[in-house]
């Protein structure tokens, strides 16, 4: 099986956008599910609504990989997952080095989904001496020491640091060093890294912290929304009746007092 290290997703050499190939993991992931469904087909519009996007936007996307599905029946889903996943890369094996084995690191250790999208778990690595030859998930630890020989033995081309975010930086140049071209990064700091090498942030506390200027905004719009509501205070408006002409003879209006 390929091990990656040589191989690198065809969708720049395409010029598929960024913003596309961002997407794509979103079709991907609704496209799975149906596929587990055994659905065969597909509307661009029951797809772009389990992606979260309009379907203009999905068929834009589709086109970038030369899919148009077929009028008044849709999308093949079967050959939808085998295309996406060909552009992604996800048709090899994507050997995975994850380095800083706390809590965060011992947990994506033992996420299981991994194996089932092209991601395999090749390597365990932290600094604590006391973690070496420990097992999680079923991978004994190794020091930090060798993480140039571990990367290189195991054709490592994606790395993912889980370290404290003082030590980020240093474990990022080492395995810049050692060859991995692309790295996620859960630490919560910004990380320098030399042209060719792709950096992706996985930030908890920035997401959170969006979330939370949402959550303010809507209880500004609450509270804004009930301050224009009538004044409880106020006394209340009087009606009366009065005549006016009208072409039948005389209406009644509703004046204020």
């Not at 990022?172 to 692309?182: I, N, Q």
Request: with cysteine; net charge negative; aromatic share 6%.
């Amino acid at each position: 099986m390929a091990t990656g290290r040589n191989h690198r997703p065809a969708t720049r050499s395409r010029g598929i956008p960024e913003a596309t190939v961002a997407r794509l993991p979103l079709y991907l992931r609704a496209l799975t599910a149906l596929s587990e469904r055994s659905v065969p087909t597909v509307s661009s519009e029951e797809l772009a609504a389990a992606a979260g996007v309009n379907s203009a936007k999905l068929r834009k996307d589709f086109s970038y990989l030369g899919s148009y599905g077929t009028r008044g029946v849709g999308y093949d889903v079967e050959y939808l997952v085998y295309q996406i996943s060909r552009e992604l890369g996800l048709t090899q094996d994507w050997p995975v080095a994850i380095v800083g084995i706390g809590n965060l690191g011992a947990a994506l250790a033992n996420y299981g989904g991994f194996a089932s999208r092209g991601f395999r778990v090749a390597a365990l690595i932290d600094a604590d001496p006391a973690m070496a030859g420990t097992p999680v998930a079923g991978i004994p630890v190794q020091h930090a020491d060798d993480l140039d020989r571990i990367i290189s033995e195991n054709g490592v081309s994606i790395g993912v640091i889980t370290t404290p975010p003082g030590a980020a930086q240093q474990v990022c140049d080492r395995l810049v060093a050692a060859g991995v071209t692309s790295i996620l990064n859960f630490a919560p700091t910004v990380l320098s890294v030399p042209d060719g090498v792709d950096v992706r942030k996985v930030d908890l506390s920035i997401e959170l912290q969006i979330l939370a200027f949402h959550e303010q905004r809507k209880a500004g719009e609450e509270a804004a929304s009930a301050d224009s509501g009538p004044d409880p205070a106020a006394p209340p408006v009087r009606a009366t009746t009065s005549s006016r002409k009208g072409p039948d003879g005389d209406m009644p209006a509703v004046m204020p007092a």
